[in-house]
């Protein structure tokens, strides 16, 4: 087995179960209404940073993996871009906070020091992303999470907390736990940063949000076909049936993603060779290859998932009103799809044309919105499954055809 597949499966297998652990938990002892909140509240957190830091984030893992660790002038710099960065989100997160949301004063500062803690989180691990500390990578999360699991089970059972808010506390101090344990345990010469200067610099600023911005929006927009539905669906009908909506999709998601990135991270080298060869033909067979793989997963986990669904469902999840092959098998197909999408993508990435990527994900995400905003008030969560399910398929459908259409502009060239 591919090295890179051993350590993902090995270095992301505790996040991934105790992240999926969580939402059942939450959904079932916190109830929907609860868990819609907590959703809404991390996806809107995440839209921002995503925004506001993403481009200082895939900067830091770009300029750093071909520098030598005695680095600290650079390093400083991005640690105060991460300063300025988590001031401004923090900022907008809380008047969002109070104007959309009616945050109470302890609710608002939670989820402000989730905000303003997440930016040093995603600082130290690009970093360690930067200079390829897997390991290292994976006790930082692994520790993120398992402090997350440990607080939501001593806030359920132990001081019988039942809100969203215990969600976000948990978030909080796993955070501040593993940035302490970072701070304890880092690499001599892996991070290098002055905090007694500062150490901005314009002109470096603007390499870095012309590297990065185009990676960042283009993840933004993606969160936001994700958050979407969600909005849209507790606007109209609540934050109960958001709830149930959202953990079923965020589990589905979850899952999906966890099973299927192996097939796309064990293809990244083969496809790069063949990219720098210049043998696009062999990038797209070595493509449609991992496509032949990740259509296999899909096989397997359908299978899977059709035989224990209803024990999923209404047993673990106690969300009945979910169990309708309309809401569960557009969004599978859809999870699956958009899987599919970001190998589709891989040609558009390697020449650049991250223009066309952004020109089709903000097409359907108007597409989307306007969508939801149509039918989900009369078919409710069903319409949003099946919307998730047809924005997807487009988005694929564009992938082929821009790249397709890049391909013979290179070919020129």
């Not at 990065?212 to 109209?236: K, P």
């Amino acid at each position: 087995m591919n090295n890179e597949i051993i350590k993902y499966i090995s270095g992301r297998f505790i996040p991934a179960i105790v992240s999926i652990a969580v939402i059942v938990i939450a959904i079932r002892f916190l109830g929907p209404v609860e868990y819609g909140r907590y959703s809404l509240l991390v996806y809107t957190v995440l839209l921002v940073i995503t925004l506001s830091f993403h481009w200082v984030q895939v900067s830091i893992c770009q300029f750093l993996s071909g520098m030598p660790r005695e680095t600290n002038v650079v390093m400083s710099r991005f640690f105060d871009m991460t300063i300025f960065s988590a001031i401004i989100s923090t900022v907008i997160v809380v008047m969002i906070g109070i104007w959309y949301f009616h945050l109470s004063v302890m609710e608002l500062l939670l989820v402000a020091a989730f905000a303003f803690l997440n930016h040093f989180y995603l600082f130290h691990q690009a970093i360690l992303q930067a200079y390829h500390k897997s390991v290292r990578t994976a006790i930082l999360e692994g520790s993120d999470q398992l402090l997350i699991m440990i607080v939501v089970l001593a806030g359920l059972f132990l001081f019988h907390w039942r809100s969203s808010m215990l969600l976000l506390s948990s978030m909080v101090i796993g955070l501040a736990g593993v940035l302490i344990l970072r701070s304890l345990i880092r690499v001599k010469g892996l991070l290098t940063v002055d905090m007694k200067h500062l150490y901005w610099d314009s002109r470096f600023s603007a390499k870095v949000v012309e590297f990065g911005y185009g990676v960042a929006l283009w993840l933004f927009l993606s969160h936001l076909i994700m958050a979407i539905d969600r909005f849209v669906i507790m606007e109209y009908m609540g934050y109960k049936e958001a709830g149930m909506y959202s953990a079923l999709k965020d589990i589905i998601f979850k899952a999906v993603a966890f099973a299927s990135f192996p097939i796309y991270l064990s293809y990244q080298d083969k496809i790069l060779i063949s990219w720098n060869s210049r043998h696009r033909e062999d990038t797209w067979t070595s493509i449609k290859e991992a496509l032949s793989f990740e259509i296999l997963i899909f096989i397997i986990f359908f299978i899977f998932f059709m035989v224990f669904k209803e024990w999923l469902i209404r047993d673990l999840l106690m969300i009945p009103k979910m169990d309708l092959w309309l809401i569960y098998l557009p969004m599978l197909l859809a999870a699956f799809i958009w899987q599919a999408a970001l190998l589709l993508q891989r040609f558009l990435e390697l020449s650049f044309k991250y223009a066309f990527m952004l020109l089709a994900i903000g097409l359907i995400v108007l597409l989307n919105l306007g969508l939801n905003i149509v039918l989900v008030p009369r078919y409710g969560a069903v319409a949003s499954s099946l919307i998730l399910l047809l924005t997807s398929l487009l988005y694929a459908g564009f992938i082929v055809v821009l790249s397709l259409v890049a391909a013979k502009r290179l070919s020129r060239e």
